[in-house]
T-cell receptor
Framework: ETGVTQTPRHLVMGMTNKKSLKCEQH?????MYWYKQSAKKPLELMFV???????ENNSVPSRFSPECPNSSHLFLHLHTLQPEDSALYLC???????????????FGPGTRLTVT | AQSVAQPEDQVNVAEGNPLTVKCTYS??????LFWYVQYPNRGLQFLLK??????LVKGSYGFEAEFNKSQTSFHLKKPSALVSDSALYFC??????????????FGKGTRLSVIA
């Protein structure tokens, strides 16, 4: 599972902290995604970048701020989070987010975030 | 709006027996359908997808899925379960244009336990 890497794997932060999650893909893909995974809920798409341009912002609160400096790297900047933001945050990549038929996505192992 | 239902939170099956993980979907028009698997402490891995053509799709690790348009279902199957198949399985759907550029929508997942 070295195609998509995420750091850190675990993060505990207080509600007043600022932290960032990092994702890197080594697959030569052009699209990258952030998902939130909570127990017994469907995977929630947060953001999509295609060729470094943000194409989807799924009504995510402004305390989550994405950054995509190039097609291989994706960040999620976090500030003033709430306890309900505790979840597994997954990064994924695909060849293209807008093409049809749609390409399958490749996922990283996730960052387990706990907000105290 | 498109949606996916996985009616079973948990499926238990004995090793060597056939397994089925159920998925039904709702889209406007025709769907693209996917199955992903998530092992503990790992990201999601792509198993198989239905785009068009043969209703029976074969994928990784001996899994297959059958697209049934009249029942709007895409159940995942395997003839003989292995203990190593124990994992969380996600069904996902994306609509075919001209419904617009719709993101991939995931179900909430079904936990499969294969008992030796």
């Amino acid at each position: 599972e070295t195609g998509v890497t995420q750091t850190p794997r675990h993060l505990v932060m207080g509600m007043t902290n600022k932290k960032s999650l990092k994702c890197e893909q080594h697959l030569g893909h052009n699209a990258m995604y952030w998902y939130k995974q909570s127990a017994k809920k469907p995977l929630e798409l947060m953001f999509v970048y295609n060729f470094k341009e943000q194409t989807e912002n799924n009504s995510v609160p402004s305390r989550f701020s994405p950054e995509c400096p190039n097609s291989s790297h994706l960040f999620l900047h976090l500030h003033t989070l709430q306890p309900e933001d505790s979840a597994l945050y997954l990064c994924a990549s695909s060849q293209d987010s807008l093409g049809y038929p749609p390409y399958e996505q490749y996922f990283g192992p996730g960052t387990r975030l706990t907000v105290t | 709006a498109q949606s996916v239902a996985q009616p079973e939170d948990q499926v238990n099956v004995a090793e060597g027996n056939p397994l089925t993980v159920k998925c039904t979907y709702s889209v406007s028009g025709n769907p693209y359908l996917f199955w992903y698997v998530q092992y503990p402490n790992r990201g999601l891995q792509f198993l198989l997808k239905y785009i068009t053509g043969d209703n029976l799709v074969k994928g990784s690790y001996g899994f297959e899925a059958e697209f049934n348009k009249s029942q709007t279902s895409f159940h995942l199957k395997k003839p003989s379960a292995l203990v190593s198949d124990s994992a969380l399985y996600f069904c996902a759907v994306r609509a075919i244009p001209p419904s617009g550029n719709t993101p991939l929508v995931f179900g909430k997942g079904t936990r499969l336990s294969v008992i030796a």
